[in-house]
Structures are given as C-alpha cells and as structure tokens.
C-alpha cells in the first residue's frame, strides 16, 4: 500500500514539494539542455528519421501526459468540474502543442509560440502541485506537460524554422482575450477558478493584499499580452518575419 501511496495513490507519503529542491532543479536542467541540443544537433534532429521519432516522442508525449492526469483524477476520485477540467491555459496549451507538432501546423504555432513559452516556463519555475513530489505520478505529468510544451515551441522554432509575425501577436492576444471571457462566465456559473481570473495562484498569494479581485484581472490579463509582446520582439525586424507578413497579405 506504500508503494502504491508512493507512485500513485491520492495520499503521498513522500516528502512535499518544494521549489527548488534537489528533482525541482534537476527537471530544469534537463529542459534547458534539451533546449540546447536543438540547437547544437539542428542537422541530426532534421534528418528524417531521427525527426519522425522527435516528433512522436514530444507531441504523444504531452498529449499523453494530459490523458494519464485525468485517469489519475478519475481513478483517485479527484476529478471535479471546479479544478480538473481542461479549462486551464497551460492545459489547453498542451493539448494544441501536441495537435501542432503532430500535424506541423503553423496555424496553431502563431498561437502556441505565445501560449507555450513563458506560461509553461513560469510553471516550471514555480509548480503548483500541492504537496505530490518526486516519484509521485503527478510530478511526472506535471513537469512532463509543461516541459514537453515548452520543447514543441523550439522544435517548431529551431527544427521547422517558423517565426512568429505580428499579425501572430495579435492572434494569440485575441484568443488569449476570448478565453478569460469563458473562462471567466464559467467561474461565476460554478464557483471556480479557471486561469485564476477570481484568486491569484497559491504561489503569489503574498500579493492578494496589494492586488484585489477584481482590480488585478486587468492587471494580469495586460500583463500576459504584454509578456506576448516581449517573446514578439526578437522577430520584430526579421527576415522572416517581413516574408511571412507578405505573404498573409498576398493570402
């Protein structure tokens, strides 16, 4: 039973999560050197074969990382329509990345670049996985979700070579605009807290005194956009950025 309670079971009885620790820092490492070897092993990676299984690994990777979280939910009887549904923008941005990668879609890149970048990175940086830590199934799906989100965008970057445009910021502002609308009419209908639009993350809830509900929604919702704009500006004057505006336009 302490086995099971150890890898699976809803009471761990491993030690907490904390940030930073020794398995916290040593998924981050393995992220950033992943990140890297793109870059270093661009031409191996772009060989045909060695692409295909690149592909699999990271798209089924995080598709299949969703679907284990919620047979976990289901089995533990965790789930509940209040925080296990896919309502959350780092769960809706590992599903897409996943479709995007699979299906090397550039529709959804425009979209997924924004979502999937500094989101998914901040969620490395400061987990919120309650109390479930290494070697605990939630710890594996967690940082595998979000890592493996994270490697769509630079394999689609690095490997594919797609760059993001402007009409792409604009894109992913839209959406991103769209979904706090959702988001937000289904947390007033049940009570919830999809993309945290009615309580500040655990992890910044040292901030609740200085930024209230509802005074902090356009406060977060103005700085996701502008997070956009800043992961926008390195392409802002690039070649590749100029061809693929024309040719949006000449479309």
């Not at 296990?84 to 299906?103: A, D, K």
């Not at 209908?189 to 930024?211: A, I, Q, R, V």
Request: net charge positive.
């Amino acid at each position: 039973m302490n086995i099971y309670n150890l890898f699976w079971g809803e009471n761990f009885i491993g030690p907490p999560m904390r940030i930073f620790s020794l398995d916290h820092i040593i998924v981050l490492i393995i992220t950033l050197l992943f990140i890297i070897s793109l870059y270093f092993f661009k031409k191996r990676y772009s060989n045909i074969p060695h692409k295909n299984i690149l592909v699999k690994i990271i798209g089924y990777g995080v598709i299949g990382s969703q679907i284990l979280m919620y047979l976990w939910y289901i089995h533990t009887g965790w789930f509940n329509i209040h925080d296990s549904l896919p309502l959350y923008i780092s769960r809706i941005t590992s599903i897409v990345s996943g479709i995007m990668i699979l299906t090397n879609s550039k529709k959804l890149f425009d979209v997924i670049y924004f979502w999937g970048l500094i989101p998914p990175f901040i969620a490395l940086m400061l987990p919120e996985i309650e109390y479930f830590s290494f070697p605990h199934i939630r710890f594996w799906f967690y940082f595998i979700g979000h890592a493996f989100t994270i490697f769509a965008v630079f394999y689609m970057l690095i490997i594919e070579e797609m760059k993001p445009n402007f009409n792409s910021f604009k894109k992913a502002s839209i959406w991103l605009l769209i979904y706090c609308a959702i988001a937000f009419i289904f947390n007033v209908l049940t009570n919830s807290n999809y993309g945290y639009l009615m309580n500040l993350p655990s992890t910044l809830s040292g901030l609740e005194k200085h930024l209230t509900w509802p005074f902090y929604l356009p406060i977060l919702i103005g700085l996701q956009i502008f997070v956009f704009y800043l992961t926008y500006i390195p392409f802002k004057k690039s070649k590749y950025n100029s061809i693929s505006e024309i040719n949006a336009l000449d479309s």
